[in-house]
């Protein structure tokens, strides 16, 4: 690592307008000190019930905007923080302000509008036999209904140990807390294994959606992949969705959720209250 790091430093100063390189271990340093700095943020992207055409809930997704370099992706950051293990006290940070967020949105709703919150969950997170409790533990202090947090596992996590996410997932079901499929269709899942696992809702990966109008292969997986959730009774949501014509195909196909940035790019927690006011429908 102090070899890799000389070797960058002395490509900077041949260099001069060569960015300062960005290694995890520069990030590790700062993503420990984010929190007490209060550089994370989070915002919320909402899914929408095609079939109402109103708001279902929203997901969760992380945000640092670093003093000195801006604002980072979690795409960056998050394998950083799985692999030098910051991702616990984020997540853990993460969960607590969403189901916080949730819970006061929620009070000035109607009993029968409730909006659900989706959480991520790492890879390195659902690996921890304390996983699950932790997350008990924090719908108890926020005083969050178990059955509008659901929790967000990528397909690739789900299928790295079956027995382990078997019994993980039979967890979370025990406590009434609801369980999507992440990216679904990028990775290997056996559709036996799916069928096993008591999982609720399979959101279908973006690239999928994103060029399902003129790649007539992706519109032929996100139709299988809606048939499939229908058949097995479970919700569908396709992700990624921007354009009005992506948006007709889904519902010609009869996918029954959908998020993406034709609804709404994810928004600041202060933004959220003009979007519920707006109280639009699709
Ligand atoms: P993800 O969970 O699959 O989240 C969806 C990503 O797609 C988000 O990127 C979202 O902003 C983006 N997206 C939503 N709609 C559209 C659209 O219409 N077009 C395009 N091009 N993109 C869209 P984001 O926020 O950069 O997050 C990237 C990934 O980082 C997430 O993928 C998730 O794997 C991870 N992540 C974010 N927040 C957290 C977190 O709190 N915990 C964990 N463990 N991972 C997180
Ligand atoms: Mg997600
Ligand atoms: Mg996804
Ligand atoms: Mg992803």
Known sequence: QAKERGKAQSIAFEDEMRVWPVTPLDLDSDLRRALERDEMRLHYQPIIDMRSGKLAGFEALMRWYHAERGEISPVEFIPVAEETGSIFTLSQWALRTAATQITEWNKARPATEQLEISVNLSGRQFARPDAVSGIIDCLDGVGLPANLLKIEITESTLMEDVDRSTEMLDRLKAADIKICVDDFGTGYSSLSYLHTFPIDTL????????????????????????????????????EGVETSEQLAQLRALDCHYAQGFLFSRPIGADQVAAFLAEDKSW
């Open 203 to 238: 959101k279908i990966d973006k690239s999928f959606i994103q060029d399902m109008t003129s790649n007539y292969q992706n519109l032929e997986i996100v139709r299988t992949i809606t048939m499939l959730g229908q058949n097995l009774r479970l919700d569908v949501i396709a």
